[in-house]
């Protein structure tokens, strides 16, 4: 995660369990800047599910001042069993997935911050399969602002499920959304970003950037080989300045 620079706050990090939309407990991590929160963000985060990457993401957002919570996806598959899945066996989780508990965690993580840490404005990101839960959040209404790394505007075909919906379907109607994609992603192809370009054709403050080259998941993972070190860069200061809009 070193491509997000920290920022000048020191922090303290706890892992929790909040209750779920439905009343399942969920792994989370939460992380609180000193002093006075400059709003609240909630992550969602790829695929993998909450571990060390995660806990030290959530730090470094926070040491720029943000109150900040992440919750485990796959909190309805019980723990011993969900450390055991790999990649693979993940990707077919998801077509189980619910929309309403996956969002409504994140407005259970939400809600957790405004009580917990006082903050008022909130914003959710997240990245891979998460970025594609933000892209849904963002249009519930919840959410102030909005940052997508490479999610998918499409569902792709194996995700399919009677609890999930199209991203698409409400993009027109989402908060102040910036989208990160890579040029080269062959889970959002060049059709899809050109669809969610033009149902935001009519919204000035929703925003997308492509890096060209870029495969899927460039930016938050290091140790991955699609990482590209100076366009990771480069998207979290844009993520950043998103987060903090002028008056």
Same mark, same amino acid.
Do not use: N
């Given at each position: ?20 939309? &439905?009343?399942?407990? *969920? ?5 609180? =800047? $000193?002093?006075? =929160? ?26 720029? @001042? ?14 011993? $069993? +969900? ?15 619910? !929309? ?7 407005? +259970? ?8 840490? !006082? ?11 998460? @970025?594609? /839960? ?10 102030? %602002?909005?940052?997508?790394? /490479?999610?998918? *505007?499409?569902? #792709? $075909? ?35 970003? &050109?669809?969610? %370009?033009?149902?935001?054709?009519? +919204?000035?403050?929703?925003?997308? *950037? ?14 991955? #080989?699609?990482?590209?070190?100076? !366009? ?12 903090? #809009?002028?008056?």
């Amino acid at each position: 995660m070193a491509a997000l620079a920290e920022g000048p706050h020191a922090v303290e990090v706890e892992h929790l369990i909040l209750e779920g939309a &439905d009343g399942t407990p *969920v792994d989370a991590v939460h992380a609180r =800047p $000193e002093g006075i =929160p400059t709003g609240g963000l909630v992550v969602h985060p790829d695929i993998g599910g909450l571990r060390p990457l995660f806990s030290d993401l959530c730090r470094r957002l926070a040491t720029h @001042g943000f109150a900040v919570c992440a919750t485990e996806p796959f909190a309805r598959v019980p723990a011993g $069993e +969900r450390d055991q899945l790999d990649l693979e066996a993940r990707m077919g989780q998801v077509s189980g997935l619910s !929309d309403d508990l996956q969002v409504g965690d994140l407005e +259970r993580a939400a809600d957790f911050l405004v009580v917990t840490d !006082d903050v008022a404005g909130m914003a959710v990101m997240g990245f891979c399969m998460g @970025g594609m /839960y933000t892209l849904k959040a963002a249009a519930r209404g919840r959410f102030d %602002r909005a940052v997508a790394f /490479y999610g998918m *505007v499409r569902l #792709p $075909e194996g995700w399919r499920g009677p609890g999930q919906g199209e991203p698409l379907d409400g993009a027109a109607d989402v908060c102040p959304t910036l989208a990160v994609m890579g040029g080269a992603d062959a889970f959002v192809p060049d059709a899809d970003v &050109d669809a969610l %370009r033009a149902a935001w054709s009519a +919204r000035p403050d929703c925003e997308i *950037v492509v890096y060209p080259g870029a495969e899927h998941g460039f930016v938050h993972d290091p140790d991955r #080989p699609a990482h590209r070190s100076d !366009d990771a860069a480069d998207a979290w200061s844009r993520a950043l300045a998103f987060l903090r #809009p002028g008056p």
